[in-house]
């Protein structure tokens, strides 16, 4: 089988909305690359920056783009997530719609995507692969009542349905602020884990 058409079965594999890069595909890289390229010419993918392709929804106006902040969590990578206002927005506790998202990026900032600004974060949140709204409450949690509209009861409550639904993991949270030396985020957790004790 030729190199292009494994990059084509890739390719019809791949969900829809989803991303491709050249090294996730089998062959040789220069070869991958080239069929990569040759299909975004032909519409079947979207380009959104050097070897990161996007396969979307197809319109009659061509290939729905992604989201910025999709593309921001796709080059920041495992362990990545909202921070900041975005983090507040991602967990639904604002009606406020920041005007850059602001992604926290464990170990290395890479350059981020037009509209949106990177923060540098601890390297073990990629070794936890924590999910983005795992993140998003621990930027919470650093930034503190402050940043919400919304009383803190209401974050407290947010995360009860997070541990109940099985999209937070408190011990991973927990042994994180460990790694993070932020006194006051590990203290706020605290107070977070004694109300989902009674």
């Given at each position: 089988?030729?190199?292009?058409?494994?990059v084509r079965d890739r390719i019809d594999?791949?969900?829809?909305?989803?991303?491709?890069?050249?090294?996730?595909?089998?062959?040789?890289?220069?070869?991958?690359?080239?069929?990569?390229?040759?299909?975004?010419?032909?519409?079947?993918?979207?380009?959104?920056?050097?070897?990161?392709?996007?396969?979307?929804?197809?319109?009659?106006?061509?290939?729905?783009?992604?989201?910025?902040?999709?593309?921001?969590?796709?080059?920041?990578?495992?362990?990545?997530?909202?921070?900041?206002?975005?983090?507040?927005?991602?967990?639904?506790?604002?009606?406020?719609?920041?005007?850059?998202?602001?992604?926290?990026?464990?170990?290395?900032?890479?350059?981020?995507?037009?509209?949106?600004?990177?923060?540098?974060?601890?390297?073990?949140?990629?070794?936890?692969?924590?999910?983005?709204?795992?993140?998003?409450?621990?930027?919470?949690?650093?930034?503190?009542?402050?940043?919400?509209?919304?009383?803190?009861?209401?974050?407290?409550?947010?995360?009860?349905?997070?541990?109940?639904?099985?999209?937070?993991?408190?011990?991973?949270?927990?042994?994180?602020?460990?790694?993070?030396?932020?006194?006051?985020a590990r203290t706020r957790w605290r107070?977070?884990?004694?109300?989902?004790?009674?």
């Amino acid at each position: 089988m030729s190199t292009a058409q494994r990059v084509r079965d890739r390719i019809d594999a791949s969900p829809e909305r989803s991303f491709v890069t050249a090294l996730t595909t089998d062959g040789p890289r220069r070869a991958v690359e080239s069929e990569l390229s040759r299909l975004a010419q032909r519409g079947d993918l979207l380009r959104v920056r050097r070897g990161l392709y996007w396969k979307g929804t197809p319109t009659r106006f061509g290939v729905a783009p992604p989201r910025p902040v999709e593309i921001a969590l796709e080059v920041a990578g495992p362990g990545s997530g909202p921070a900041r206002l975005s983090a507040v927005s991602h967990l639904g506790l604002t009606t406020q719609v920041p005007s850059i998202d602001t992604i926290a990026v464990p170990g290395r900032v890479p350059t981020p995507p037009d509209a949106i600004h990177f923060v540098a974060r601890s390297i073990e949140r990629r070794i936890h692969d924590l999910s983005p709204t795992e993140v998003a409450v621990l930027e919470v949690l650093r930034d503190g009542p402050g940043l919400l509209e919304s009383p803190w009861a209401s974050f407290l409550d947010l995360i009860a349905e997070l541990v109940d639904a099985a999209r937070l993991r408190p011990d991973v949270i927990l042994d994180q602020l460990e790694h993070e030396h932020h006194v006051a985020a590990r203290t706020r957790w605290r107070l977070v884990a004694d109300s989902l004790d009674k």
